[in-house]
Structure formats: structure tokens, C-alpha cells
């Protein structure tokens, strides 16, 4: 089946460095994504978002990327923090209101 | 509005009791979720409300789990004769008709079936 995925599940992170975390998607029909970010006993927290006819949108130190061609999605946080640390997911919003998870990478921030 | 509740924070029960679970989503907003997450892994989709109407229910939601919205506001998921299986986080999120946001989650709630 079609699903939306991370290459990694786990990142360590110098602080103050930078980090990208890379998501693959499998529905060329996906148009609308978004990075979640989920800190231990919380839910899943919106960071940025991004739109098929978009390659790139930048946040507060996060960038998201999006290449269609290879239906990758990347996510990168400048200047990385000790309150960084947690799991990121990024979703696929389907047609039908509805978000599709991957199962997420943990970032670690080394102090 | 301070955003989507979920009570209990923590539950524990025995296997073969029944739970329910609450969630108050942000007022404004019409669409509903419960979403299930494992250890380790990202939220899995179980059932969704646009107002009180019930418009999509996953495969993994079985006979034992059943979801309400009453009057388009709260939402009851109650899961009967509880597996070990059924330990989880069991997240609610809300959102509104357009897709900015995606939707706002709760902090959900952990089950334990022991």
C-alpha cells in the first residue's frame, strides 16, 4: 500500500548545529504535507507545512524541502537546541481530510 | 479555548474491562479524530466526525471500539473486553474545514491493559 515513511529512525545532533531529517513518500498524489513534532507525553505538534506546488518554505530555523521527483520530503532545523529533542513526524494530508503518519525519527540534541 | 482535552491522561484496567475515553476538541472546529499510536510508531487513523456524523471508521477499529459524538462538541471512544493488545496512546485531534494546520492534537490518553 501507499504509506509515508522516514529513513531513519534515530538522529543525534550536536547542539547548535544543524539537522535534516528526510521523509520518502509513495502517493504521487499527495498535495499537502505537513512535519509534526512530538515531545515525550504530548501529542504530535504542527512545525510547518508545505503544498505540492511548492519546492521549499522556511519557518522560524526550519526549512521544509519537497522533491516531487523522488517524492522525498526533508525537514531542517538550523541551529539546533536542547528543546529540539523529540520525535518528528511528517503526514500526508489525503483527499478525504485525512493525515497519513510515518513512523517518525527521534532526534537526540548532544550538549 | 486552550486547545483539544483528552481524559484520563493514564489509564490502567484489566483485561477483559471495558474503558472510555474523552476528548474535548476545540470549539470552533467541526471535524473530529482518534488516531492510535504505539510505541515507536506514528499515529495509526481510527475514525473521524465532521459534527456529530461518524463519516469514516478504520479497519483496525473492531467490533470492541466504538466512537460517539453526540451533539457535535465532545467525542466517547469506549473500547469493551480490553486485549493487552488494545495498550496504547489514544490521541484525539480536531480541526476545521479547510486543510491550513492540518489539525491540533491532545496530549491523549495512555492506556494499559494488564
Known amino acids: 500500500g501507499e504509506s509515508v515513511g522516514l529513513h531513519l529512525p534515530t538522529l543525534s545532533v550536536q547542539e547548535g548545529d544543524n539537522s535534516i531529517i528526510n521523509c520518502a513518500y509513495s502517493n504521487s498524489a499527495s498535495d499537502y504535507f505537513i512535519w509534526y513534532k512530538q515531545e515525550s507525553g504530548k501529542g504530535p505538534q504542527f512545525i510547518i507545512d508545505i503544498r505540492s506546488n511548492m519546492d521549499k518554505r522556511q519557518g522560524q530555523r526550519v526549512t521544509v524541502l519537497l522533491n516531487k521527483t523522488v517524492k522525498h520530503l526533508s525537514l531542517q532545523i538550523a541551529a539546533t537546541q536542547p528543546g529540539d529533542s523529540a520525535v518528528y513526524f511528517c503526514?500526508?494530508?489525503?483527499?478525504?481530510?485525512?493525515?497519513?503518519f510515518g513512523a517518525g525519527t527521534t532526534v537526540t540534541v548532544r550538549a | 479555548d486552550t486547545g483539544v482535552s483528552q481524559n484520563p491522561r493514564h489509564k490502567i484496567t484489566k483485561r477483559g474491562q471495558n474503558v472510555t475515553f474523552r476528548c474535548d476538541p476545540i470549539?470552533?472546529?467541526?471535524?473530529l479524530y482518534w488516531y492510535r499510536q504505539t510505541l515507536g510508531q506514528g499515529p495509526e487513523f481510527l475514525t473521524y466526525f465532521q459534527n456529530e456524523a461518524q463519516l469514516e471508521k478504520s479497519r483496525l477499529l473492531s467490533d470492541r471500539f466504538s466512537a460517539e459524538r453526540p451533539k457535535g462538541s465532545f467525542s466517547t471512544l469506549e473500547i469493551q473486553r480490553t486485549e493487552q493488545g488494545d495498550s496504547a496512546m489514544y490521541l484525539c485531534?480536531?480541526?476545521?474545514?479547510?486543510?491550513?494546520?492540518?489539525?491540533?492534537f491532545g496530549s491523549g490518553t495512555r492506556l494499559t491493559v494488564v
Open positions: 470549539s470552533e472546529h467541526n471535524r
Open positions: 503526514a500526508e494530508w489525503g483527499p478525504d481530510y485525512k493525515l497519513s
Open positions: 485531534a480536531s480541526g476545521g474545514t479547510g486543510r491550513f494546520h492540518g489539525y491540533t
